[in-house]
């Protein structure tokens, strides 16, 4: 039960909570704790250890850009890593820098609250002790809060079940066994065509039929291997000059004024190619449903191409939404897998699950019986993260009522009424609609220095304006509403998925390239809507 005085106390040691260590303590030499709950560094890829789980940004864009040296010394295997490789990194990485020294593991916040007479942050632990600290920082991601809906009688199940986002470090043995997969989103698009090789029998619970692209994944060349370690500065600067964070830039045509058989060729080009880069064919794609028809027309059409069974295929693509309205998922024979003989299709939107009995789950038109569930209902994303960690501001505030009507959070990186703490990736910044390591940099990059700042001219404190968050969140609606995205009603960005959860669409759209320039701006502006005391 002791206290430990620290200068900054960083939450979490994935991507984030290691670089914002780093920083903090080498740059700016403060003494830095970092509290993380898993036994390892990772992140979401400590969590997420699903069947399938790789990233769906291409490896040589998805990796800190920070250090030449660091990028020069690691070497990728493949096109989209898979999750024990980027462990691999991330522990690379940690050992580089010597990072472990400072993180406790098999740790959790319980508990943080701003003591305003000694302005500190006091912060609790699930092992009793305090840590004291001027600054808080959050580091624990948009996506570390496993969402298992609450299905009536899934107490009584017999069998096993599980959360791909709590994932078993030792795996799970589907072989022989009748498997139930509920959810199609990257997750559940990833699982299914692995967990479908080795189950006797899997049924999908689908509720929203999905897009996706061919990832075309493969072992990376040595010819681009050496065209990656050749090119470091132009694919970090490319990756931090662009809308979205990736290594390829959005092409500047509409999809709408370019003639049709171009534009199918065009199309016909990037779903060989695979990936992301196929959702930046055009630029106004995600701005005009008419454009936006033309992709998602396309796609429907390759869709039914891959499945046998006509009846198979119109549940598949009964899409409801924009193609990219909701985050889009890449894949790897995720669609052929439903011609295969141990594979069924359960259209819940038309017949919805009624409830999960001892046996399996019993949908308004039938009952199956299963001996594994698979949750791969995604997360409570971008809030929870941080509600969880029961946060009280100045005078006693609690996060969860300041954030009653939905996340308020200038520039996603600090909160009214919460002096010196700062939120990696909060919601309100660009984070999920990026490429998550660029995000992760710029976030880092503007909080050490915002920090040395004030050590350097005597600031105590510096918390977010009430004005510059209204605005700021206004701007964030305004930047939404230009977009398609919204049309997507049951999507996680705007909290649709969990019951209750205020609709408010939570990242910022405006593209990460102004996002910079506006944080850039804000600093030679003497942090312009900032209180600094
Ligand atoms: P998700 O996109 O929220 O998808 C969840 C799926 O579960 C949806 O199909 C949803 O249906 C279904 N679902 C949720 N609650 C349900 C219920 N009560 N009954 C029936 N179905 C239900 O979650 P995710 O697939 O885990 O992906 C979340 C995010 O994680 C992604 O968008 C992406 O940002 C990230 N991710 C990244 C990678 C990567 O880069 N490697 C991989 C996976 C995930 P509805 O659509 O009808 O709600």
Redesign the pocket.
Known sequence: MSVIQVDALVIGAGFSGMYQLLCLRDKLNLNVAVVERGAEVGGTWYWNRYPG?????ESHAYQYYFSEDLAKEWQWTERFPDHAEIRRYLNFVADKFNLRPNIRFNTEIVSAKYDSTQDVWQAKTDQGDTYQAKYLITAVGC?STA?V?K?EGLDSFKGQWYH?GQWPHEGVDFRGKRVGV???????I?AIPVIAETAGHLTV?Q??A?YSIPAKNAPLTEEFKKYVKDHFEEIRDITRGNTNGQAFYIKDRSALETPPDVRQRIYEELWEKGGFQFRASFNDLLSNKEANDTAAQFIIHKIRQKIKDPAVADILTDIDHPFAA??PPIDTNYFETYNRDNVTLVD?RHAP?ERITERGIKTSDAEYDLDIIVF????DAMTRPLLRLNIEGENGLPLAEAWKAGPRNYLGLQVPGFPNMFTITGPGSPS?LTNMPVAIEQHVEWITQCIADMQAKGFKKIEASEEATANWLEHVNIAANKTLLPLAK?S?YLGA?VPGKPRVFMPYTGGMAFYRKECEAIVKDSYAGFLRS
């Open positions: 789980a790789r990233c769906d940004s996506l969402n809906p299905i791909t509920i959810g199609t989103g990257s997750t559940g990833q619970f509720r929203t999905n909701k985050r819940i699950i791969a209902t995604g997360f999920v049951h996680w998925n």
